[in-house]
Nanobody, 125 residues
Framework: HVQLVESGGGSVQAGGSLRLSCVVSGYIYSSYCMGWFRQAPGKDREGVAAMDIDGVTSYQDSVKGRFTISRDNDKNTVHLQMNSLKPEDTAMYYC????????????????????WGQGTQVTVS
C-alpha cells in the first residue's frame, strides 16, 4: 500500500516563504517522476513543479524563480521550497508520484501520476 503524506502548509503573508515536504511510504519500485500540484477553489488542479529521477526539473511559468523542487531518492521524499509567495499561490497543494518511466515528467499531466497525497493547504494573504 503506497501512501504519500504532505506537510509544511500554512498561512503566510505575501512575500513570505513555506517549505512543503512529501514522504512516500510503502513499496514503490521507483518514483520516476515526483511532482507538486495545486488546486484553488473553483479551479482545476494544475502542475506546479516536477522532478524526474535524474534530477531534471520543470516548473509552471508563474512559479519560476520563486519555487524550487528537490527530492531525496534514497528517502523517497520530495520538497517544494516556496519563496516570494503571492495571494494567487493560495491553494491546496498535492504531492504526486509515478513509477512509470514512459511518461514525460516535464508535462506534469495529472493522468500520468498514479499516487497522490491528501494535500496540504497554503494560504497567502
Amino acid at each position: 500500500h503506497v501512501q504519500l503524506v504532505e506537510s509544511g502548509g500554512g498561512s503566510v503573508q505575501a512575500g513570505g516563504s513555506l517549505r512543503l515536504s512529501c514522504v512516500v511510504s510503502g513499496y514503490i519500485y521507483s518514483s520516476y517522476c515526483m511532482g507538486w500540484f495545486r488546486q484553488a477553489p473553483g479551479k482545476d488542479r494544475e502542475g506546479v513543479a516536477a522532478m524526474d529521477i535524474d534530477g531534471v526539473t520543470s516548473y509552471q511559468d508563474s512559479v519560476k524563480g520563486r519555487f524550487t523542487i528537490s527530492r531525496d531518492n534514497d528517502k523517497n521524499t520530495v520538497h517544494l521550497q516556496m519563496n516570494s509567495l503571492k495571494p494567487e499561490d493560495t491553494a491546496m497543494y498535492y504531492c504526486a508520484a509515478t513509477s512509470n518511466w514512459s511518461v514525460y515528467c516535464s508535462e506534469m499531466k495529472l493522468s500520468d501520476f498514479e499516487y497522490w497525497g491528501q494535500g496540504t493547504q497554503v494560504t497567502v494573504s
